[in-house]
């Protein structure tokens, strides 16, 4: 079942980034259409359940909000670079890499510790 947390959480997250990042890529060219932005809004919305779920099963399995925040936050911090990446094609700098790799650690540390 941790699995399934971790994976809800992860998933979750990716789709609110990945919505957040086109949005704000497609508004910055002037290309982002009210119906653009309502199919974002849903996916965000379903990204939030699956979220919202992998709470729910972590606080059952680790018995700690604690660790299921870690979960969430180091979700955010390792898939991030990489959904801008795919998406905008730009290039992370010096200090998103250092944080990337303190993110996988404390993501290691989280789960093992």
């Known amino acids: 079942m941790k699995f399934f947390t971790i994976l809800s959480i992860y998933l979750g997250e990716s789709l609110i980034i990945g919505a957040e990042v086109l949005t704000a890529k497609y508004t910055l060219a002037n290309q982002a259409s009210t119906p653009f932005v309502i199919i974002a809004m849903i996916v965000g919305a379903l990204g939030s359940v699956l979220t919202v779920w ?9 018995s700690s909000i604690w660790v299921v925040t870690a979960i969430c936050i180091t979700s955010i911090i390792i898939l991030e670079p990489f959904i801008i990446y795919f998406l905008t094609r730009e290039i992370p700098g010096r200090g998103a890499l250092v944080g990337l790799v303190f993110g996988v650690l404390g993501f290691i540390a989280t789960l093992i510790l």
């Open 54 to 62: 992998g709470y729910f099963i972590g606080i059952r399995i680790f």
